[in-house]
């Protein structure tokens, strides 16, 4: 594993690594906030899934994440949202190809090869990360943006008792009834298929198993891409099943990092009662 | 004016704007963030100057300081560096012509037409923002880093009554001894003027005249510029004039934004107090 960078950030360490993947089967590149509890010994983690086009970067630089996360003795892992290089497949949209993973495996070609990102974030990296800093693999959370936010839904409901609490800003939320969902899915995991879509779907994933923890959902009612995201689908589903979970739409925000830095003091504040509490 | 992005912020609005510049010759960008506080009546603002490299954007994104500033309802102006365009001269070096304006008037060509940052953030940019914006001119406070720390302590001494405080991160605090200073100062200002210099060096301003308010630097320890800033020169003669200062250097702490975001709450509520005072 090769040091990028670290920089002293808010009493703690903002660090940023790349290490040879075997998931992806490239370098892979992340983010990760240790705050100072960290010196004496592991902390909780909070995981950030980031979305479309973003990199281990964006939510590390604007999210404003680092401040609560240390004044809550809590780390931060800030992945990368594909698998990158020249020599990994790629695609002219922004929705598709690097940066553009969407938390799956994907099995068909040309992308099975490299984008296996849900086998990186579900089970490479946190290995990398509890073996290599003082982290809590026994008390993880997880959070994201927009695809982001799908991939911390999809991951916390699929792999019970491994993530304390789950939130999301602005996530994509129904993804097989959206074209953020079904372009992808189609290319990644094949239109002959689609009942294997079924397992990255929030909305149905909540109507089928639910989560074993607090949920919480923030969309801004100016968001830009609300008719892609589909909150009400995941909401419905949630108050079918009696969810414990909160839903909130936020007057006036839209879909860009100023309105997730004005809700970040909630979401780490609730990931770390959470936390504390295992 | 033309708007160019408006987003809803923690409560309030964070705005991108441009406009036909008198001073400067060009269009010029800036961002403006209002507290929800602004809809009621003018509020106190804060200015802050950017470094070497940046435009209005950078701290826009990552300093974190709309968060204090929705707190303590305060404005927040973030200004360009430089002229900018195709027609504004420049040079391959980072830090001389677009993105390193220094805050001063040139009166050497190619500069002279267009870089007159000094009247463009002292005089024009301040008419703009109070006609066009719920702000009041009668309590302003001014902060920067690096350069636009430079930029910050030089005004505010510069001004008296303008501001009601001054804080600086980081800041280029002795130009007239440093290569970032001499280089800038003998392009713009030219080799045969260096007595013009002073009016720009913080130190040398401090020592003439000091600041009719309180005075907040930061510095880390392991700034990689440190060198070039001489944090000392300016500390010393705050210290022979017995000026109402505090000079911090923080340990471990660098050059980057993670630095800047980590005190920025510390920042703003200092500058919050004088601004309320008034």
Chains 1, 2 share one sequence.
Not at 22 to 39: H, I
Not at 106 to 122: I, K
Not at 245 to 269: I, W
Request: hydrophobic share 40%; net charge negative; charged share 20%.
């Amino acid at each position: 594993m090769e040091t990028q960078s670290e920089n002293a950030c808010f009493g703690g360490v903002q660090g940023v690594y790349t290490h040879a993947s075997e998931a992806t089967g490239c370098d892979m590149t992340f983010g990760l906030f240790l705050p100072a509890e960290a010196r004496d010994g592991p902390v909780p983690v909070l995981w950030y899934l980031s979305g479309l086009t973003c990199t281990h970067e964006n939510a590390m630089v604007k999210a404003g994440a680092q401040g609560w996360a240390a004044e809550m003795g809590i780390a931060l892992v800030f992945p990368d949202t594909s698998p990158r290089g020249e020599g990994v497949a790629d695609d002219d949209a922004f929705d598709l190809g690097q940066g553009a993973g969407f938390y799956v495996n994907a099995t068909q070609n040309p992308w099975a090869r490299h984008y296996r990102m849900w086998d990186y974030v579900a089970e490479e990296l946190p290995r990398v990360v509890t073996r290599n800093f003082a982290v809590d693999e026994e008390r993880q959370a997880i959070t994201g943006h927009s695809m982001g936010g799908h991939g911390a839904l999809t991951l916390a409901m699929s792999l019970p008792g491994r993530y304390a609490s789950v939130s999301a800003f602005a996530p994509i939320c129904n993804p097989t009834q959206s074209d953020w969902g079904r372009k992808q899915f189609s290319a990644y995991l094949g239109d002959e298929f689609e009942a294997a879509w079924a397992a990255h779907d929030a909305s149905l994933l909540m109507r089928e198993r639910g989560f074993d923890g607090p949920v919480l959902v923030d969309t801004g009612t100016e968001d830009q891409f609300i008719h892609l995201l589909k909150p009400e689908a995941l909401a419905t589903a949630a108050a079918e099943r009696r969810q414990r979970s909160t839903f909130r739409l936020q007057p006036g925000y839209d879909h860009s990092y100023f309105f997730v830095s004005s809700f970040m003091e909630d979401h780490v504040a609730f990931h770390a009662e959470a936390l504390h509490a295992r």
